[in-house]
């Protein structure tokens, strides 16, 4: 018994020295594998989102100013034609008999007065002032009559006042038409417009040559740009609110009037500002911080909070600087000055990059987006 009591007093001292000596084993001398992702600036534009329709900047109905049977039909429905193009002809036998007719006269008559002048250059009494009137009469009678028969020609012809693409015809060759009958309708598709409506408040923002982007069901994921050609001064009675208007280009022909359309109207710009992804931020009571990378050291870092981006991300007024890198993953173990081990890429599962659709919350009918 004495001597276990001896053994124990003996060995105390060197367990203690086993004690101090063994190294404290601690999350603090662990490197800790963590997800990072660099603080972003972006700019976010002022906007508001409306739904309008398709319209043809030009259209028009086209018909023959003349009554005959449609001889020939040079395009078929739905066609694309050039400004300039004879789109159809009537039966035009007499208009062109009465046009060689009356160009022969023409002839005719100008001959007659070019010999008169002629002889006047020599023998200037050798005719009475009234033989000469009525010769020059008859010239300036005939130009004119000629002019007309040539007008009239024309329209035995229906001719394209624009670039667009034809409707259905409504008559066929062989029928007979009568003058203003509609026979096809022509719309220019390459720019169209798009027509909506903006609310009273946000009328002080919109002017003419603000960028709009549209998007059609047809083509979900094309977005199609435009301008703002018409801002109306007034407010409607009816709806309460300001009619707008824009120039869509559509080189494809892609819209095409009548279609319904989601549109982004853009105030401004906007100004530039940091952004974070929301699982990057540790939140503790009213404090909101987050592990900013320093030196393979992670280290804690209070920030101040904007608004909330629709894709995950949310905007930073305070706290950080562009370029840094966030730890977004593996902070359950961080403690101040930890060490940590950054994963390459392809290992993270970070939040995806916020869009260019990507819209912060508002309350408003006007909204920010990133740009």
Same mark, same amino acid.
């Given at each position: 018994m004495q001597f276990a009591r001896t053994l124990q007093r003996a060995l105390l001292p060197l367990a203690t020295i086993v004690a101090v000596t063994l190294p404290t084993i601690s999350w603090a001398d662990t490197v800790l594998p963590v997800q990072v992702e660099p603080v972003q600036q972006t700019r976010f534009a002022s906007l508001v989102k409306e739904v309008g329709k398709i319209k043809a900047i030009d259209s028009t #109905? +086209?018909? /023959?100013?003349?009554?005959?049977?449609?001889?020939?039909?040079?395009?078929?429905?739905?066609?694309? %034609?050039?400004? $300039?193009?004879?789109?159809?002809? +009537?039966?035009? #036998?007499?208009?062109? +008999?009465?046009?060689?007719k009356a160009k022969n006269s023409l002839a005719l008559k100008q001959t007659k007065l070019d010999r008169l002048n002629g002889l006047l250059a020599k023998e200037?009494?050798?005719?009475?002032?009234?033989?000469?009137?009525?010769v020059t009469e008859s010239y300036y009678i005939a130009k004119a009559d000629f002019a007309l028969k040539q007008v009239q020609l024309k329209d035995y012809q229906i001719i394209a006042p624009f670039d667009g693409r034809l #409707? =259905?015809?409504n008559q066929s060759i062989g029928s007979h038409i009568n003058a203003g009958t509609t026979l096809v309708t022509l719309y220019k598709l390459?720019?169209?417009k798009v027509k909506y409506a903006i609310g009273q408040e946000d009328l002080a923002k919109a002017q003419k040559g603000q960028k709009v982007e549209i998007t059609v069901e047809a083509?979900?994921?094309?977005? /199609?740009? $435009?301008?703002?050609?018409?801002?109306?001064?007034?407010?409607?009675?009816?709806?309460? !609110?300001?009619?707008?208007?824009? @120039?869509i280009d559509n080189p494809e022909h892609h819209l095409a009037p009548g279609m319904f359309a989601n549109i982004k109207h853009y105030f401004s710009r906007g100004n530039l500002h940091l952004t974070i992804p929301q699982n990057a931020v540790i939140a503790n009571n009213n404090q909101r911080y987050v592990?900013?990378?320093?030196?393979?050291?992670?280290?804690? !870092?209070? @920030? #101040?909070?904007?608004?909330?981006?629709?894709?995950?991300? %949310?905007? %930073?007024?305070?706290? +950080?600087?562009?370029?840094?890198?966030?730890?977004?993953?593996?902070?359950?173990?961080?403690?101040?000055? =930890?060490?940590?081990?950054i994963l390459p890429p392809q290992a993270s599962k970070a939040p995806q990059q916020p869009p260019k659709t990507a819209t912060p919350a508002a309350t408003s009918s006007t909204q920010q987006e990133q740009q």
């Open positions: #109905t +086209l018909s /023959f100013n003349a009554s005959e049977k449609i001889q020939q039909i040079n395009f078929h429905d739905g066609d694309l %034609v050039k400004k $300039g193009d004879i789109i159809a002809e +009537l039966n035009n #036998t007499k208009a062109k +008999l009465d046009f060689t200037p009494y050798a005719m009475s002032k009234q033989d000469v009137d009525e #409707t =259905s015809f390459d720019p169209v083509f979900a994921k094309q977005n /199609f740009k $435009g301008q703002v050609s018409y801002v109306a001064p007034n407010v409607d009675d009816q709806s309460g !609110r300001i009619e707008i208007q824009a @120039v592990w900013v990378v320093a030196n393979n050291k992670a280290i804690k !870092r209070d @920030v #101040t909070l904007g608004k909330n981006i629709n894709n995950g991300y %949310v905007v %930073v007024t305070a706290g +950080l600087y562009n370029n840094e890198q966030v730890i977004v993953s593996g902070m359950q173990n961080l403690s101040e000055n =930890s060490l940590i081990k």
